[in-house]
Structures are given as C-alpha cells and as structure tokens.
C-alpha cells in the first residue's frame, strides 16, 4: 500500500483526533512504523540525548495480554499495534556515541563533544531521581506528540494511553527497571473517527508579560 505523506501541517494538526475504534484487518507494515518512529526522533530532547526507547507490540497474541493490563480497553487490540514509549533513566550514558556521531557528521568538533559528555555524564547522572524522571517525562511527551502527528500524516490514527497498570506491564513485558514508562499508543486505521472535544479559549490560559 502507498502511503500518501501530507503536506499540510495545519490539516495534520486539526485532523488529529484520539482514535478508539479501529479496523482490524488493516496492518501497517514494518516499513511504515519505522518510518513515522523515525520522524518521530526528530523531535527535540534535552542535550539531544534522545532518552526515548520504544516497544512495538504488533503481534496479536501481545496484544490480547496487554488488553486487560490496558484495563480492557479495545483499542489495544483492534489497533494495529500499540507503543511503548519509555524514558530510559540511564540515558545520558549514550553521550558518548552520540556527540561522536556528531564529530563524525562535521556538526560538532572533538573539543566541544568532551564538553557535551562531560555535562552529560556530570549533570544528569548526579541528578536526583525525581528529577531525571521529569526529564525524560519531557522527551517522552514530545515524540510521542511528533509520533501521533507522523502518523496522521499518513492517514493513520492514534490515541496516547495512560490508562494501563504500568506495574504489572513492567512484569508482563520484561521492562527493565531503569525504563520509566511513558505512555502507550495505538496506532492503526481508523474504524469511527474520534469524537469532537473542545479547547479551553486563549484568554484562559495565556497570558502576556506577566501572569
Ligand atoms: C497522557 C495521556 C493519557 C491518555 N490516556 C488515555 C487512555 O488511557 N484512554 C483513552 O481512551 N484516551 C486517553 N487519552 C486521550 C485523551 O482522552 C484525549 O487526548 C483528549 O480527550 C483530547 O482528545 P483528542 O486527543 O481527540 O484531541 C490520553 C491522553 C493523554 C495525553
């Protein structure tokens, strides 16, 4: 199947709904996941070090285990597949291989790549647990936003999910200890569009200069 990528961000953005009905004969494909998961680490991350990691739950019998850890909720099943996206609470200690990649791309010299590692491993590793948990709460938040929106892109729906036990997901997927979950997102093709929701007005919510 071609998948039409389109253009327009405005539509993308507007058409964005949380999807909960989902047709269960459409399968996306491995190219078209890691294609939207690649757009989707485009977006930005603290030092750009990138502490999201995924898990892609696309075969049925997963996803019939994770159906009542996701407290039943149908679009775990129906959807495609559904993603994990966790923060890796170790994740400053890819330092290393990412300025290198940089030094070895020509976008940062060697110089400035041991400053990079050194804040990465000085700053964040020392950093209290509440905290590198906010952190990686706030990557994580953020590709899973440009995830929902690649997808939509390509005419494919999602809905972001809080709404599991993530205990008893840890155990039933062999989560490692340092991966804090994130949230879960079905992804597939839509059955029933989502349902209309409202937005609070801007002069609720934004202020200027001061609050
Ligand atoms: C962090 C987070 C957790 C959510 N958890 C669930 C969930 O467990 N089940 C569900 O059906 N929708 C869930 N939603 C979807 C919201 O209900 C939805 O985004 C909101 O009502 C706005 O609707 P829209 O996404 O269609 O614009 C969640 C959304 C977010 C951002």
Redesign the pocket.
Known sequence: MSVQVSQDFHQVVKE?????YYDPSVKMTIAELEEILHEATLAPSSSNLQPWRFLVIEDQALKEKLLPI??N?K?VVDASAVIAVFGDLKWYERGEQIYSASVDAGYMTEEVKQQFVGTAENVYRNMDEARKKSIVHIDG?LV?MQL?LSARARGYDT??????DGVKFKEAFNVPEHYENI??IAIGKAAQP????V?LPLDQIVSWNEL
């Open positions: 964005r709904h949380s999807v909960r996701a407290f909720q679009q938040g899973s929902m809905v972001p999910m809080g709404g599991f949230m879960l989502g349902r209309p929701t937005r």
